[in-house]
């Protein structure tokens, strides 16, 4: 079994992967895309995107990472591809699942499963680009407006020369709602002699065994999951339990340690609100303490009451 963590646009940052991996056996994190109109992309590009990739593409932790390429061209993704490779990227990764307005008048994304021909080309490109010993696979959602294309759009990754194919069981219409349509993963996994990797709705270990029993895969990805519960897949794939509140908190104080020292100090008061609208999911006292933090502006307030927190948590288990 693995578990790979989802490329969360705007979410699972440089930083995010390194936090996450260093209290996860993940087995692979793939990133934020990497958007390509039609040209070769400057080196400093994938760097900034992917900075592991200075650390042969590994995380601080050790855990690989792979660049993901989103765009319409299959000629200039052939070319970024290749430069991922080059540059250290364990593999490339092609989204075809973006489900955002913008990126999707752009055509680029979940707008292009409305074409399993510009599909198969585009995965044919990258595959014959990028030498054979490095893998290249693609995530999609199960269609655009529905879910009609889902096995014509998955034979055409396949018949393409993709090595793996990841799955989000919704299309792009149905966002984020649940359920997840496992269903269908099943049916393409029976049908796909390669790799399939089932993704939606997996919050916890019992979600993960039961889309795993359902879908036949024997591997998932995760994505808002794995920020709602930070140890998800210490969890999934060990016997130890889902972090406690205390853990959690304290890994935001980390979290915001790191953050204020990195280059995106300027944004730190939006992305700890963004987290803690994940952590509501898991945690009643993450939504309690979410209540205080999101009127604050400054990053002083923000650190002072996650402070206050975790000494009110001190007092209260001693």
Not at 165 to 192: M, T
Not at 225 to 252: H, V
Request: aromatic share 8%.
């Amino acid at each position: 079994m693995r578990v790979i963590l989802a490329p969360m646009e705007g979410v699972v940052d440089d930083l995010m992967r390194d936090i996450l991996s260093a209290i996860n056996p993940y087995d692979l994190m793939v990133t934020e895309f990497v958007r390509v109109v039609d040209q070769l992309l400057p080196e400093k590009v994938f760097t900034k995107l992917c900075p592991e990739l200075l650390n042969g593409g590994y995380t601080t932790s050790g855990t690989p990472v792979k660049i993901q390429l989103l765009g319409q061209n299959p000629e200039a993704l052939a070319k970024n591809a290749l430069r991922a490779i080059e540059l250290g990227s364990h593999g490339v990764d092609i989204n075809f699942g973006c489900p955002a307005k913008i990126v999707n008048r752009n055509k680029g994304g979940a707008v292009l499963l409305n074409e399993p021909n510009l599909v198969h080309d585009i995965v044919k490109a990258v595959r014959q680009a990028v030498p054979e010993q490095h893998p290249v696979t693609a995530k999609i959602r199960l269609g655009f407006e529905d879910k009609s294309q889902y096995m014509e759009n998955s034979l055409a990754i396949y018949e393409a020369g993709a090595n793996e194919l990841a799955v989000h069981a919704r299309s792009k219409v149905d966002g984020y709602k649940p359920p997840a349509y496992w269903e269908y993963i099943a049916d393409i996994n029976q049908k796909l002699p390669i790799p399939v990797i089932a993704n939606g709705e997996i919050w916890n270990k019992q979600d993960a065994l039961r889309c795993m029993e359902q879908t036949g895969c024997s591997d998932v990805m995760v994505g808002r999951g794995a920020i709602s519960l930070p140890n998800l897949a210490e969890e999934i794939k060990t016997d130890n339990p889902a972090y406690s509140w205390p853990q959690a908190l304290e890994l935001m104080l980390k979290y915001s340690e790191k953050e204020l020292e990195g280059r995106k100090s300027c944004y730190y008061p939006s992305r700890i609100k963004q987290w803690f609208s994940y952590l509501n999911r898991q945690y009643p006292e993450a939504k309690e303490l979410f209540r205080t933090l999101r009127i604050f502006k400054t990053t002083e307030e923000i650190i002072q009451a996650l402070e206050y927190a975790k000494h009110e948590q001190t007092s209260k288990n001693q």
